[in-house]
């Protein structure tokens, strides 16, 4: 197997005359936890969804587990999970009931689904809410489901676009130890975020700035190179020229509804 889960090389997409992907590069390793930072609007979502098979190219290049973009869509679409940044569970269901639901799609056997489904309930402590519809969860305990249901049929990489959006800091961190946990067991993941305390969660990050990086590398790396304390004095330092000139394309893409480390702590 590859050491490569990602590559993308000048990757690139338009919308009419704005380009909102401008010919980004960058790899991601087999088992990293690789961020995507940027503020709403820098081209973060855009980008996910050409990796994920959702959204066509406008040019560039770019291989996922091992699948073209361009012509392997599909293939890329079943060695993958992905978790979109609105609510991609069945609010209606119960979370058993979702479990087994995306088990099927995903090709599971009988038996799969019912021994992942009891193990995932399990470890999220919701067997005492199995059978309840999932919209009376708490939003943490949703979200913490959404990203198991995402892994549910075992895939290499899992693509989360701001999971922890609205959630509070402590299920933030929760939420961080599943991503650590998934990662361990070397499913390598790309997640998006704005939340730039996230970055030192990551093995490496890039900064996306108006459709481009303006940053790659470790964040500790990233502090020393640019002779900043945080992630977040990087951020600002990069993005804020831009920042009152940044549309957000990403608002008029319609959601598909979609449904490792030494220093991580």
């Not at 969860?137 to 995402?150: D, E, H, N």
Request: aromatic share 8%.
């Amino acid at each position: 197997m590859s050491d490569v889960a990602i590559a993308a090389k000048d990757l690139t997409r338009t919308f009419g005359s704005f380009t909102a992907v401008d010919h980004i590069s960058f790899e991601v390793r087999t088992g990293e936890v690789f961020g995507f930072l940027g503020a709403n609007g820098a081209g973060k979502t855009t980008a996910m969804r050409m990796l994920i098979g959702l959204l066509a190219p406008s040019g560039g290049t770019a291989r996922v587990a091992g699948h073209d973009v361009y012509t392997e869509s599909e293939a890329i679409k079943r060695s993958i999970g992905y978790m979109s940044q609105r609510f991609s569970l069945y609010e209606d269901l119960t979370p058993r009931e979702n479990i087994r639901l995306y088990g099927g799609i995903y090709g599971l056997t009988r038996q799969q689904i019912r021994e992942r489904t009891e193990r995932m309930l399990a470890r999220l402590g919701l067997a005492g809410v199995a059978d309840e519809q999932v919209h009376s969860l708490p939003l943490g305990w949703r979200q913490k489901l959404a990203f198991s249901v995402a892994l549910v049929h075992e895939p290499r990489i899992v693509f989360l676009d701001e999971p922890t959006s609205g959630v509070d800091p402590i299920t933030r961190r929760q939420f961080w130890e599943l991503i650590y946990e998934a990662a361990s067991a070397g499913t390598t993941v790309l997640v998006t975020t704005h939340y730039m305390d996230e970055a030192e969660y990551c093995d490496r990050i890039s900064i996306m700035v108006a459709g481009r990086i303006g940053a790659i590398g470790t964040p500790a790396d990233l502090k020393k190179q640019f002779g900043v304390d945080s992630i977040d004095e990087l951020f600002v330092r990069l993005a804020r020229p831009t920042a009152d000139r940044i549309p957000n394309p990403e608002s008029r893409i319609p959601d598909p509804g979609a449904a490792p480390s030494e220093r991580r702590q």
